[in-house]
């Protein structure tokens, strides 16, 4: 565990700015940890916006007063080593300013950054429409995922989050607020989205809006073969315009894992934990078709696609019709069971990588294979699948593998560990890093942590000179976002 206090400098705001600053114990012990629970971090105050003026006035403070101190957004606190955080200086509330507002053409909603996705879906779906992708956890804050990238199943039919946003609201380290697009200052548009919180605080977004479907039919199949597994994810979404799949992600389980059968009827659930015993490892494709109408052809067509020309094992096809909202909130019904057992704080040493399509089968030999089947025990999920390169605009700050190849794999290794087991994940966690530096695969990581400065400019490559200056324009004196660690 890393443990970052207050510098001892009390943070006095004058009275002209009417801004309460909070000190609470309460406030900021739960200020001082987030979902990682790898670090603690101190800071010297709280507080909680009214409106985005107050942000305003707060930075313009810290840019400009006699004593500078820096200052960092934070929403529901989802990040993995501290990145929200700021020692001694101040942390902002987002989720004090929350809003959601649909246009009258209902193809945008503008969303205040502090808003939960889950109640931007609950807001939107009453007037039948709803954002078109999705991360797989919902009650994170549309600002903090705007500010990393945002992926999940739907991102290689509609792209990440930061592809889907229209126009933002932003108050710059100097405290400037502006309004920013494709074509409205664009430099801070497309700096901000996947810029770590380092040019300013996302105080609005507008997103992309689509027809709201009522229904999900959810598949899982299963695979013994990984290479057969991969084909067929790419042949998925490689048919995305044909067929109409609306979300895809793969899984695998690992036979010195916890193997969560329960998508499985209870018949099969016995014969699902055999298989992994069995073969080690076991993969599984995830798929999903929205629909309003169960009778429309599309419909009779995905299922044929799925179960006649997909290569899974014979038998091992399972489907759930839900609806659309229990689909989309099906992360939350986990996290709810993990919370009850007391596993939801635990230390969260995740690993999220891209993986360019070219040496993916290297990676699955030399991680999955060599390091993850031969941990000790492997506690969490783990998730592999393809996505379309084209769905990432090269001038947003988000990163993906600077390659010259059409898909790139999204993996995520989102162990959890005891506080005991931390240092152990964690070098498992070095060792995957190392193999891939040493067998020159082209990774980026996702949600990423690095302590220096040489890490950071490798990390954004061709784009760092531009992050570099950009950071120079709006956050000059660089209050923001220190707990990246990146200036």
């Known amino acids: 565990m890393i443990t970052k206090s207050s510098n001892g400098m009390k943070i006095d705001l004058p009275k002209s700015l009417n801004l309460t600053l909070s000190t609470d114990p309460s406030i900021i012990s739960a200020a001082s940890h987030d979902f990682g629970n790898i670090t603690t971090v101190t800071p010297g105050g709280v507080i909680c916006p009214s409106s985005t003026a107050d942000i305003s006035r707060l930075l313009q403070y810290a840019a400009n007063g006699k004593s500078t101190f820096q200052v960092a957004a934070r929403g529901q606190g989802h990040s993995l080593n501290g990145q929200a955080s700021v020692s001694g200086g101040v942390i902002v509330n987002m989720t004090c300013i929350t809003d959601v507002v649909v246009s009258k053409d209902k193809k945008y909603a503008d969303v205040a950054a502090g808003t939960l996705w889950v109640d931007v879906l609950k807001k939107t779906a009453e007037k039948g429409v709803s954002p078109v992708s999705w991360t797989d956890y919902l009650h994170i804050t549309v600002g903090g995922t705007l500010s990393n990238g945002g992926i999940g199943g739907q991102v290689f039919r509609n792209g990440p989050l930061v592809s889907n946003v229209l126009e933002l609201d932003v108050i710059t380290g100097k405290g400037e607020m502006l309004t920013c697009s494709r074509q409205l200052n664009p430099e801070l548009f497309y700096g901000v989205l996947g810029g770590l919180g380092q040019f300013g605080i996302i105080t609005r977004a507008r997103i992309v809006l689509d027809h709201a479907p009522k229904r999900a039919k959810w598949f899982r199949m299963l695979y013994s073969d990984f290479t057969t597994f991969t084909k067929d994810q790419e042949r998925l979404i490689s048919m995305a315009n044909d067929i109409g799949v609306d979300y895809l992600e793969g899984q695998i389980f690992l036979s010195n894992g916890v193997v969560d059968t329960s998508f499985f009827p209870p018949s099969d659930q016995s014969k699902v934990a055999d298989l992994v015993k069995q073969h080690g490892i076991i993969y599984v494709l995830e798929v999903a078709k929205y629909y309003d109408d169960p009778n429309l052809p599309i419909i009779s067509k995905v299922i044929d696609t799925l179960t006649k020309t997909l290569s899974y094992l014979p038998g091992f096809i399972s489907m759930h019709d839900v609806a659309y909202f229990d689909f989309l909130n099906r992360v939350h019904v986990e996290e709810n069971k993990l919370r009850s057992l007391g596993l939801w704080e635990l230390p969260h040493p995740w690993l999220n990588l891209y993986v360019p399509k070219s040496r993916i089968l290297d990676f699955h030999n030399g991680v999955v294979k060599d390091i993850l089947l031969k941990q000790k025990s492997a506690s969490g999920l783990a ?105």
Not at 398 to 420: F, H, N, R
Not at 454 to 479: A, N, Q, V
């Open 383 to 487: 998730l592999l699948y393809p996505t379309n390169r084209n769905k990432w605009d090269n001038r947003m700050s988000a990163m993906i593998p600077e390659i010259d190849e059409d898909v790139i794999y999204i993996i995520g290794l989102l162990q959890s560990a005891t506080p005991k087991d931390l240092p152990e994940v964690e070098s498992v966690n070095e060792k995957i890093i190392r193999f891939c530096k040493d067998s020159g695969i082209k990774i980026k990581q996702y949600l990423m942590h690095y302590t220096s400065k040489e890490d950071w400019i490798e990390h954004f490559g061709s784009k760092w000179d531009d992050f570099s200056k950009r950071k120079d324009l709006f956050d000059p004196k660089k209050l923001l976002s220190p707990g990246q660690d990146i200036f």
